[in-house]
C-alpha cells in the first residue's frame, strides 16, 4: 500500500478494515461485527505500545493477552494468536493506522472504557518495569485520539509511576 492510499476514499467494506481487523475476523469467523473491531483496535493499540521501543518483552506479551481476554473474553489461545496477528502487523505498518483503531472504538466504548484501556495500555508499558519516555509520548497521542482529556492521561499515568523512567533515580 502507497502512502497515499490512506488518504483514498474506499469503496468496500473489506478495503475499510485494517488488516488486522480482517485477520481476526478470519481467526474468529462467528464473532459479532462490533466484538470484531474492538478486539481488532484494541489489540493494535496494544501492539503499538508495546512495540514502541522497539523491544518487546515477554511480560508485554503476556500482559497483551491478559488484557484482551479481560476485555474482550476471548480465550487465552484466541488471544494470543490475536496478539501474534497484531505484533506482525503493526511491524509491517509502523503505527500509521493508529486512527484506525481510535476512531471506531470512540463509536463503540463509552469515556470510562476508554480510560480504563488507557489504563492498560499504560500497564502494558509499565510490565517491562520501565514506561520510557516514547511509549507515555505514544500513549499521550492516543489518549488524544480516544477523545479523552490531559488529566485522563495524567491520571492513568500514575497508575505506573514507579515504573515511570523520568521520575526514576536509576537510568
Known amino acids: 500500500m502507497a502512502f497515499w492510499d490512506i488518504f483514498k476514499t474506499k ?3 473489506s478495503e475499510n478494515l485494517s488488516t488486522i481487523h480482517l485477520k481476526i475476523k478470519e481467526l474468529l469467523p462467528h464473532e459479532e461485527e462490533d466484538k470484531l473491531i474492538k478486539t481488532a483496535c484494541i489489540s493494535g ?62 463509536e463503540i466504548m463509552k469515556p470510562n472504557d476508554r480510560y480504563s484501556l488507557l489504563k492498560a495500555l499504560f500497564s502494558i508499558a509499565a510490565s517491562d518495569g520501565s514506561v520510557d519516555e516514547s511509549e507515555s509520548e505514544e500513549i499521550r497521542v492516543i489518549c488524544i485520539s480516544l477523545r479523552l482529556q490531559h488529566k485522563d492521561f495524567i491520571s492513568a499515568r500514575a497508575s505506573v509511576l514507579d515504573n515511570l523512567r523520568a521520575l526514576r533515580k536509576d537510568p
Open 11 to 13: 469503496k468496500t467494506d
Open 45 to 106: 493499540l496494544l501492539a503499538r505500545v508495546a512495540t514502541i521501543d522497539f523491544e518487546v518483552h515477554k511480560n508485554e506479551i503476556e500482559q497483551m493477552i491478559q488484557s484482551l481476554t479481560s476485555w474482550g473474553d476471548l480465550t487465552k489461545t484466541d488471544a494470543e494468536n490475536v496478539v501474534k496477528i497484531a505484533l506482525e502487523e503493526i511491524k509491517d505498518l509502523s503505527g500509521l493506522e493508529n486512527h484506525k483503531y481510535c476512531h471506531p472504538l470512540n
